[in-house]
């Protein structure tokens, strides 16, 4: 990075990735592909779902780590960048980390879930309450991303960001709820409960269980991944002005010079 | 911090009494909201009137947008918003004497769409006090939210076109119940159909008023 010269960097190891982050994005890869196999190939097919059933080995994963770990994650990092005490950048990188691979997958859950509903239900979108809470959140968690691209001193955007999260996280119980008395024809839970339990095949419930586990280690990868394009992100932006800085006061130099001579 | 936010509410809402940007602008935009529905629908009555609690609720809360925008605006020019917090009030009379001034506007603002909805819709309203207590309630909640985005927003470039995509989403909660709330007055039924709502919109309007108060000061600080 010559661009940069002068500018204190990174340490090494945060620019260039550490062991364990390649070792969880090598275990989430393997944990991947065991899915898809065990998903597609070994699994049988539903007695009432037929191959549609398989569907259900990832999405229950893919809004498990949207809905629950990536926004949960954002909203305890925001909150702890807002107390005094703990108030580090560490905690807003982590938080836009979350959130944008939270969005990620929050989109993977209602592309998925569509394509299970439209030959189950008949429709692309029903507007039952779990998906239209989640489509919220998506919304929600759109506009917090929208904040961080303008552009602003790291930590104004930061706080100014939480502030964004912190509010969403108060909305989404009350979204909630009031999508939930709003439509209450509402199957999402219960299609994995009631429908497939009692006749669950054994391999089927392995599958489930190894996609969120997969899933998961996607989520963490991609998280650790993002945190550090983020610090790199930082040093990039300051190293810019300093090195604009320092062309210009070149630049008066040698007219300096020139006038001298 | 109730003299204070008496103060900052009485300072709004002479500005609004002086330059009238509301009254000539604000509800106007709403009638023309209500107007435009109605051509969306087309011109069957029966199909107007059912849809008129959605319609007023989706109405007032761009006007919301609106109002908000022009609370923050009054104080982008001049230094005034740093004058504002040099002047020693407390921030959370600050955020509730703005939150009083926008709510005052959309009040008026609701009696001119209420009676819009009625005479161009054709709805009939047969519990009343449902209607003012969703109205209250939804009007609080929405001043207090608003006044927290106009706040985070105010020192932004792209402050007109953030505003409405954060502030919109998180209000959503405030329309679903409103309209129930309506609905539920609109059928004249019984009433009990409307408290679930109208406790979900109180919840709404603590969360967000307490969250204001209370965070108010530091978010001043970061815009």
Request: glycine fraction near 10%; proline fraction near 5%.
């Given at each position: 990075m010559s661009a940069n010269r002068g500018v204190p960097a990174p340490p090494l190891q945060s620019r260039r990735g550490r062991w364990w982050?390649?070792?969880?994005?090598?275990?989430?890869?393997?944990?991947?592909?065991?899915?898809?196999?065990?998903?597609?190939?070994?699994?049988?097919?539903?007695?009432?779902?037929?191959?549609?059933?398989?569907?259900?080995y990832i999405h229950p994963g893919v809004a498990w780590?949207?809905?629950?770990?990536?926004?949960g994650m954002a909203a305890v990092a925001s909150l702890l960048y807002l107390w005094p005490r703990?108030?580090?950048?560490?905690?807003?990188?982590?938080?836009?980390?979350?959130?944008?691979?939270?969005?990620?997958?929050?989109?993977?859950t209602l592309v998925s879930g569509s394509i299970w509903g439209k030959p189950t239900w008949g429709v692309?979108?029903?507007?039952?309450?779990?998906?239209?809470?989640?489509?919220?959140?998506?919304?929600?968690?759109?506009?917090?991303?929208a904040l961080r691209r303008v552009p602003a001193e790291p930590e104004v955007r930061a706080k100014r960001s939480a502030f964004v999260a912190l509010f969403a996280a108060v909305d989404i119980p009350i979204v909630h709820f009031s999508v939930l008395w709003w439509r209450t024809l509402h199957q999402g839970a219960t299609v994995l409960n009631a429908n497939l339990s009692p006749t669950i095949h054994g391999s089927m419930a392995w599958t489930l269980l190894l996609g969120f586990v997969a899933l998961t280690l996607v989520f963490v990868w991609m998280l650790l991944v993002r945190y550090r394009i983020g610090v790199l992100e930082d040093w990039l932006g300051t190293g810019e002005l300093d090195v604009a800085l320092r062309e210009r006061q070149a630049e008066g130099a040698a007219v300096g010079e020139e006038e001298a001579a | 911090?109730?003299?204070?936010?008496?103060?900052?509410?009485?300072?709004?809402?002479?500005?609004?009494?002086?330059s009238r940007v509301g009254l000539s602008q604000v509800a106007p935009f709403g009638i023309v909201a209500l107007v435009l529905f109605a051509f969306a629908l087309?011109?069957?009555r029966?199909?107007?009137a059912r849809g008129a609690p959605g319609l007023f609720w989706v109405a007032v809360l761009f006007c919301t947008v609106l109002a908000v925008q022009r609370s923050v605006s009054i104080e982008s020019g001049d230094g005034a918003r740093d004058g504002l917090r040099l002047s020693g009030l407390d921030p959370a009379g600050l955020f509730l004497g703005k939150?009083?001034?926008?709510?005052?506007?959309?009040?008026v603002l609701e009696v001119v769409l209420g009676v819009g909805v009625v005479l161009l819709y054709g709805a009939r309203i047969e519990v009343p006090w449902l209607i003012a207590a969703s109205c209250v309630l939804g009007t609080v909640g929405l001043a207090a939210t608003g006044t927290l985005y106009g706040a985070l927003s105010a020192g932004l470039r792209v402050r007109e076109t953030l505003l409405p995509f954060l502030f919109l989403p998180i209000a959503a909660p405030v329309l679903l119940a409103g309209t129930r709330v309506w609905q539920a007055a609109m059928a004249g039924g019984v009433a009990s159909d409307g408290s679930p709502w109208l406790r979900l919109l109180l919840a709404f309007d603590a969360v967000y008023v307490a969250l204001g108060i209370v965070v108010f000061g530091p978010i001043q600080e970061s815009a």
């Amino acid at each position: 990075m010559s661009a940069n010269r002068g500018v204190p960097a990174p340490p090494l190891q945060s620019r260039r990735g550490r062991w364990w982050t390649r070792g969880i994005g090598i275990a989430a890869a393997v944990a991947t592909v065991c899915t898809v196999w065990l998903g597609l190939w070994v699994t049988p097919p539903d007695e009432t779902q037929g191959n549609l059933v398989r569907l259900v080995y990832i999405h229950p994963g893919v809004a498990w780590v949207a809905l629950y770990l990536a926004f949960g994650m954002a909203a305890v990092a925001s909150l702890l960048y807002l107390w005094p005490r703990t108030r580090s950048l560490v905690w807003d990188r982590l938080a836009a980390a979350a959130v944008e691979v939270g969005v990620v997958f929050n989109v993977c859950t209602l592309v998925s879930g569509s394509i299970w509903g439209k030959p189950t239900w008949g429709v692309w979108w029903a507007w039952d309450a779990r998906l239209t809470s989640t489509a919220v959140l998506l919304v929600l968690f759109l506009g917090y991303l929208a904040l961080r691209r303008v552009p602003a001193e790291p930590e104004v955007r930061a706080k100014r960001s939480a502030f964004v999260a912190l509010f969403a996280a108060v909305d989404i119980p009350i979204v909630h709820f009031s999508v939930l008395w709003w439509r209450t024809l509402h199957q999402g839970a219960t299609v994995l409960n009631a429908n497939l339990s009692p006749t669950i095949h054994g391999s089927m419930a392995w599958t489930l269980l190894l996609g969120f586990v997969a899933l998961t280690l996607v989520f963490v990868w991609m998280l650790l991944v993002r945190y550090r394009i983020g610090v790199l992100e930082d040093w990039l932006g300051t190293g810019e002005l300093d090195v604009a800085l320092r062309e210009r006061q070149a630049e008066g130099a040698a007219v300096g010079e020139e006038e001298a001579a | 911090m109730w003299r204070d936010s008496l103060l900052v509410a009485g300072k709004d809402l002479r500005i609004e009494a002086r330059s009238r940007v509301g009254l000539s602008q604000v509800a106007p935009f709403g009638i023309v909201a209500l107007v435009l529905f109605a051509f969306a629908l087309g011109p069957d009555r029966s199909l107007m009137a059912r849809g008129a609690p959605g319609l007023f609720w989706v109405a007032v809360l761009f006007c919301t947008v609106l109002a908000v925008q022009r609370s923050v605006s009054i104080e982008s020019g001049d230094g005034a918003r740093d004058g504002l917090r040099l002047s020693g009030l407390d921030p959370a009379g600050l955020f509730l004497g703005k939150s009083v001034a926008v709510a005052a506007q959309l009040a008026v603002l609701e009696v001119v769409l209420g009676v819009g909805v009625v005479l161009l819709y054709g709805a009939r309203i047969e519990v009343p006090w449902l209607i003012a207590a969703s109205c209250v309630l939804g009007t609080v909640g929405l001043a207090a939210t608003g006044t927290l985005y106009g706040a985070l927003s105010a020192g932004l470039r792209v402050r007109e076109t953030l505003l409405p995509f954060l502030f919109l989403p998180i209000a959503a909660p405030v329309l679903l119940a409103g309209t129930r709330v309506w609905q539920a007055a609109m059928a004249g039924g019984v009433a009990s159909d409307g408290s679930p709502w109208l406790r979900l919109l109180l919840a709404f309007d603590a969360v967000y008023v307490a969250l204001g108060i209370v965070v108010f000061g530091p978010i001043q600080e970061s815009a």
